[in-house]
């Protein structure tokens, strides 16, 4: 039987397994990390030549303070040296850039790297690069209620609320995939996820390449999404 493949206008990945990759690899863990980089930047490649419109990757958690402070640090250190390479180039191929979640617990030479290139990336027209660090997804919706009220408003619409995310002015994600075989979302995109495919993948991280996204887009492809319709009888 043939499928229809169907090009999602927005994928979001949580990245998980960086860790076991490089446990079973008898590697330290900052090594799954900096393998896991590689993976982004191979994601990111490869969803520009499908035509994605809109990539987001959940890179830290709210959560993830919880963690030693060493591999923190290591973690902090790999995005600003992603910043400061890759994203620079990404800038510079039209690409634009947001960060989602609360940006200011950042390290300073982090945060002032970041804010620039998503500064100067906001007018591109090329794929948008959506990067959520320090997010999650109940902090970010209450954040949006007590914007809402203090502006003076007693009563809200979901459109309201939908515009005072950090996801404002994007389409909800098609699909949300985690790697790493876990099958949760672990507070991501909570609001954003409604009518989202969720695609659970055993392969870790640092393993994505071409081959497993093109096993998502068809996947995606087998699915029917209705939202809330009766199934068309062809």
Known sequence: MSINIKIPRHVAFIMDGNGRWAKQRLLPRKMGHREGVKAMKTMIEECDKLGIEYVTFYAFSTENWARPQ?????????????????????????????????VTQLPDETRDVLTEIVSSSKDNKGMQINIALNYGGRQEIVQAVNKILQSGLSQIDS?????CMYTFG?????????SGGEKRLSNFLIWQCAYSEF?????????FDRKVLDSIIMEYSRRDRRYGKIARLD
């Open 70 to 102: 060493e591999e923190i640090d290591e973690l902090f250190s790999l995005v600003k040296k992603f910043a400061d390479n890759e994203l620079a180039k990404y800038k510079d191929k039209g690409y634009r850039i947001r960060i989602l979640g609360d």
């Open 159 to 163: 459109d309201m609320l939908s515009d």
């Open 170 to 178: 994007m389409p909800d994600p098609d699909i949300i995939v985690r």
């Open 199 to 207: 695609i659970f993948v055993d392969e870790y991280w640092p393993d």
